[in-house]
């Protein structure tokens, strides 16, 4: 039995992100219809709605463009999409590419100004400190070969 792995919904072309749009992809599509992907929207279980001001990490906090703290509700989201990944078995996770809480490598700096960082989001480093295999939808469809961006 092959092991699960957890997705950013958005990936799976759920309307999740700030801009109330997903990011559909074909490798993670084909997971899904597999029955080996979870797909789940970290920042909508922290109780964060779609559509919401943009968001980027700013050191040890989550900053929205309106210069409000959401450190809070991040940090929740990302404890329960955990908890759901972990209770499903999974051992990896396919994380959508320079989000606050999904991105991983890579992310931006906190000054909204597009410039780009190394660095985890929020549910990517708390998936790495759990001891899962954290990858974003390029790496996974290097694998595969096919991607919508
Ligand atoms: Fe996608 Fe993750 Fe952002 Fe949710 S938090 S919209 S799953 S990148």
Known sequence: KKDMVV?????????????AKGTPCDAVLDLIREGRAIP??????GGLPAPRPCCERLGDRVMNAE????????ERGAREALRIAQLAGCRTAVLKQRSPTCGNGIIYDGTFTSKRIPGDGVFAEMCRKAGMTVMSEDDLTAQAHTCAE
């Open 40 to 45: 789940l929207c970290p920042e909508q279980l």
């Open 67 to 74: 210069g409000e703290d959401v450190t809070d509700a991040f």
């Open 7 to 19: 997705v950013s919904a958005c990936l799976a072309g759920c309307p999740t992100r700030y801009d």
